[in-house]
């Protein structure tokens, strides 16, 4: 489902990526979930999820990149 705030991400989200970041993931995992709707799709939401997560993370990985302290760093 898509998320309304930076507050509702996933605490996997929130935990590890800075704050432009997590803009970054919520504002891409919305366009996906919007964009991989599908109502002939018989996997349901599930994998409409899991593509919008991965879609989330490929953006936050155009912009930033994870340094060697295991922090999110921008590019």
Do not use: C
Not at 5 to 18: E, F, R, T
Request: glycine share 2%; aromatic share 10%; net charge negative.
């Amino acid at each position: 489902m898509p998320y309304n705030s930076k507050s509702a991400l996933p605490d996997n989200v929130k935990n590890v990526l800075p704050d432009h970041a997590q803009e970054i993931y919520k504002e891409a995992f919305n366009s996906a979930w919007d964009q991989y709707r599908d109502p002939d799709d018989r996997r349901g939401d599930d994998s409409r999820e899991e593509t919008a997560h991965k879609v989330a993370w490929a953006a936050v990985k155009q912009a930033y990149r994870k340094g060697d302290d295991d922090r999110w760093h921008k590019k």
